[in-house]
């Protein structure tokens, strides 16, 4: 259904007939880590994201991972170790 809240007439999955059904009934502005994203979007009603509904939860524990303006600290990624082959190799502490 269209926002009738915050971004008024775009489509949105969390609008229903009885309104927003998004936590407290309306998306939350951009925080200030996503100064400089592309998802960013402007309406009267301030700077919203996009893709989220709610960009300050995206930034708790890291990184935004729908940024385009941050890139990845480290592009490999680190495998994760089992430690029972691990153990049987010798490597473990
Ligand atoms: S994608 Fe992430 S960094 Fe970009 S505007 Fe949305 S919440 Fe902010």
Same mark, same amino acid.
Not at 12 to 24: I, P, Q
Not at 30 to 49: A, F, H, L, N, Q
């Given at each position: ?5 915050? /971004? ?7 609008? !229903?007939? /009885? ?19 592309? #998802? ?6 301030? !700077? ?9 939860? !995206?930034?708790? +524990?890291? #990184? ?6 941050? /890139? ?15 153990? /049987? #190799?010798?490597? +473990?502490?």
């Amino acid at each position: 259904m269209l926002c009738q809240t915050v /971004k008024v007439d775009t489509n949105c999955l969390f609008m !229903k007939k /009885k309104g927003c059904s998004f936590n407290g009934g309306k998306c939350y502005p951009i925080v200030d880590s996503c100064d400089g994203c592309d #998802r960013i979007e402007e309406y009267p009603s301030g !700077k919203y994201c996009g893709y989220c509904a709610d960009p300050g939860s !995206k930034w708790l +524990s890291g #990184r935004c991972n729908f940024a385009t303006h941050v /890139k990845k600290e480290n592009g490999v990624k680190k495998d994760k170790l089992n430690p029972l082959k691990a153990s /049987k #190799r010798g490597l +473990s502490d």
